[in-house]
Nanobody, 123 residues
């Protein structure tokens, strides 16, 4: 499976961006999908995930109420709608696929990673 993230860019605080992640492979609909981010000089951190059954969603506390993860299995694509962006949301955002461990929150539990897309929020 290959993951291709896009949609990053420069936006002012309070603005919005929508990230997309296109996945190759016929088994996309059977994978949980998610997003991580790595702020400058910091560790990579969990942002959001969506299960492959039922589309249950999970969010980091820092983005709850502002970010929405969704998926379109017909298009093999997962999205991250980011609203009310803050300067602290500045990071490289990574799309991930197929959780293999028990928790969505750990980088080591995800099998596939995209190349990352830069999001910069100016104050």
């Amino acid at each position: 499976v290959q993951l291709q993230a896009s949609g990053g860019g420069l936006v002012q605080a309070g603005g919005s961006l929508r990230l997309s992640c296109a996945a190759s492979g016929r088994t996309f609909s059977s994978y949980s999908m998610g997003w991580f981010r790595q702020p400058p000089g910091k560790e990579r951190e969990f942002v959001a995930a969506i299960s492959w059954i039922g589309g249950t969603t999970y969010y980091a506390d820092s983005v709850k109420g502002r970010f929405t993860i969704s998926r379109d299995n017909a298009k093999n694509t997962v999205y991250l709608q980011m609203n009310t962006l803050k300067p602290e949301d500045t990071a490289v955002y990574y799309c991930v696929g197929q959780v293999v461990g028990g928790s969505y929150y750990y980088t080591s539990n995800w099998n596939y990673w995209g190349q990352g897309t830069q999001v910069t929020v100016s104050s």
